[in-house]
Nanobody, 122 residues
């Protein structure tokens, strides 16, 4: 069982930066693939970046070149540094975990946090 708690969301102007953090409970955090996902109003939830237990990272279309995912297995945390934010990045951002490799399909993640709101003003 893994419990996830996100923090770090807020309101930022276009071009600004935010750093999201996800704190995970459980002694086996290091064995989970972790992902940051987002859901904008009226849209489907999508994975923007994922990191395997080994540290292998995949960025998906929306995040490439602007977002950086990282994890600290000693602290049971996974972070998402978001730079050059755009109004279209406005969404609720969720931390997710799954056993096995990181994937793009949100339905394959077993554990989810409650989400943190990110709003980017133009």
């Amino acid at each position: 069982q893994v419990q996830l708690v996100e923090s770090g969301g807020g309101l930022v102007q276009a071009g600004g930066s935010l750093r999201l953090s996800c704190a995970a409970s459980g002694r086996t955090f290091s064995t989970y693939a972790m992902a940051w996902s987002r859901q904008a109003l009226g849209k489907e939830r999508e994975v923007v970046a994922a990191i395997n237990w080994s540290g292998d990272i995949t960025y998906y279309l929306a995040a490439k070149g602007r977002f950086t995912i990282s994890r600290d297995n000693a602290k049971n945390t996974v972070n998402l540094q978001m730079n050059s934010l755009k109004p279209e990045d406005t969404a609720i951002y969720y931390c997710a975990a799954r056993l096995g490799p990181a994937v793009k399909d949100t339905s394959r993640y077993e554990y989810w946090g409650q989400g943190t709101q990110v709003t980017v003003s133009s």
